[in-house]
């Protein structure tokens, strides 16, 4: 808005007190106006805003304070997972399993350090089937990392910001505010200073305020009150100008898709309940998609009808030999049914994220975990009302000593108490590759009836087993999408992807 010729008996005395209170050569935080305006917080905030409309103010760039988190601070302390983890292996802890279970490393830290330690260049990784990963210091070591470096100066730090970074030094934070709970950002206060026209006008008030101290005049009178209407006495006052005209500015800011708030939503959740979580291929092998969950090789889900096939000239991981000759006997024994690694080799859009979790499983052995994946899965479905060609789902399984049922269900009842849902019922069910099986049910009030959302179960023993799982392994799933239909009131799923601006800026954010 330029405008050189704002008549100052149009201000508002809120404005009038910022502008005369402003130093036209320096700017000033919110903090200072306050004290010497002796106006409310709220004040201030209304009278700059309105100052800024009129190109009388302006202000510098928002900025952000850097320091570090809970977790930062340890690091500090004690190292970075990936430090901590070279020197367990320089102290003769060579395999994953004894880091873990001496306590070095927790479950949710040594994922994170074999892949900054193996990024660095600090450790090569081997693995045997006796002894699981196991790891060897490289000599060429000692070099701090980018991440260590910037760490230390944070926390030797006060008021550090972005802007007081290098290029490289930026790069390195984007990877520590990867990590949870390690960088901690807080808005610096905002500050203004007067522009051009607001310098003018200042001095014009400055003027004024002199020339009212030796002929004082009547104070312009903001409110109609009915004091002043008694006798006519409103005929002698004088009023400030109001411009009821002028334009208000209309804001449409970007916002997140509701799906991605949603599975942000669910991720956060899983995280509280600490979860780790994992991630891994859209293509996948059907070794690892169907056969290692103990489907059999002619079964119909296995299908073109069901199943998106990828060409052969796609190079798929399977596992080791006596991984798949394990696989292989279970399959054998199991379906007394012959075996072709042929068609386990196939390669394919996976059609769920179990890929993910039993590659994990395999490759770790862990005792004890909870972990968790969010990601999209295909399926060559006809797509309707209520399916799509492409979904999300979300998978997690837990595994530990003396785990049974009632843990998976204690897990599943937090889970959705988190995100809203309050009324959960589970029925038994049937699904291939758990035993026991359950369903769980939610009772969706706009409905006003019970919806089956998520299974669930225990891993039977022909999936576990050949992967060297001692324990037992809860496990679940279920698609995101159903989740959001309930949230959203959306009878179409296709609804979620139609990108109707109108839907996604007026659908609030509210819990089930």
Request: aromatic share 8%.
């Amino acid at each position: 808005m330029e405008n050189t010729q704002i008549n100052i008996d149009e201000l508002h005395p809120i404005e009038k007190k910022i502008i005369s209170s402003i130093n036209p050569f320096s700017e000033i935080s919110t903090t200072d106006l306050i004290e010497l305006t002796t106006l409310t917080l709220d004040q201030i905030r209304r009278g700059l805003e309105w100052l800024k409309y009129k190109n009388i103010i302006e202000s510098n760039k928002t900025s952000y304070l850097i320091s570090l988190d809970e977790l930062g601070r340890k690091a500090i302390e004690h190292g970075l997972p990936e430090r901590r983890l070279v020197k367990a292996v320089r102290d003769g802890n060579i395999t994953m399993r004894t880091i873990l279970e001496n306590g070095l490393l927790t479950q949710g830290e040594i994922n994170i350090a074999i892949s900054k330690a193996k990024s660095n260049k600090w450790i090569n990784i081997t693995s045997s089937e006796t002894e699981g990963l196991t790891f060897k210091v490289l000599e060429k070591l000692e070099n701090a990392s980018g991440e260590e470096l910037l760490l230390n100066k944070i926390f030797s730090s006060e008021n550090l910001k972005e802007v007081d970074l290098t290029n490289s030094e930026l790069g390195f934070l984007k990877l520590l505010v990867k990590r949870p709970k390690f960088i901690r950002f807080k808005k610096d206060e905002e500050k203004v200073f007067l522009t051009d026209l607001g310098k003018k006008i200042k001095t014009k008030l400055d003027l004024e305020n002199i020339n009212d101290k030796n002929f004082p005049k009547k104070e312009n009178i903001t409110l109609l009150v009915p004091e002043h209407l008694i006798a006519g006495k409103w005929r002698t006052l004088t009023f400030r100008p109001i411009d009821v005209e002028a334009n208000v500015p209309m804001a449409n800011p970007g916002r997140k898709h509701p799906l991605t708030d949603l599975i942000n939503e669910i991720r956060e959740a899983f995280t509280s309940l600490g979860f780790v979580e994992i991630d891994g291929d859209f293509i996948q092998s059907a070794f690892w998609n169907f056969d290692a969950l103990f489907t059999p090789q002619d079964h119909a889900a296995r299908d073109m009808q069901d199943t998106f096939y990828l060409s052969q000239k796609i190079k798929t991981q399977l596992g080791n030999k006596n991984l798949i000759k394990k696989i292989a006997d279970t399959h054998i024994h199991g379906w007394k049914n012959s075996w072709n690694i042929n068609l386990a080799k196939k390669p394919v859009l996976r059609t769920h994220t179990t890929p993910v979790t039993l590659k994990y499983l395999s490759e770790t052995k862990p005792d004890e975990a909870r972990i968790f994946t969010i990601g999209r899965v295909f399926r060559n479905e006809k797509v309707s009302y209520k399916h799509l060609v492409e979904f999300n789902q979300i998978e997690g399984v837990v595994t530990g000593k003396q785990i049974t049922l009632r843990d998976l269900m204690g897990i599943q009842t937090e889970f959705y108490k988190k995100i809203g849902i309050k009324k959960i019922k589970f029925w038994p069910t049937y699904f291939p590759y758990t035993e026991p099986s359950l369903q769980s049910m939610i009772f969706n009030n706009n409905l006003n009836k019970w919806i089956e959302l998520f299974g669930m179960g225990i891993l039977r023993p022909e999936v576990i087993q050949p992967l060297g799982i001692r324990n037992l392994v809860l496990a679940w799933g279920g698609g995101i999408e159903r989740i959001a239909m309930l949230k959203y009131g959306i009878s179409d799923v296709r609804e979620l992807y139609n990108n109707k601006i109108g839907w996604l800026r007026g659908l609030s954010k509210c819990q089930l």
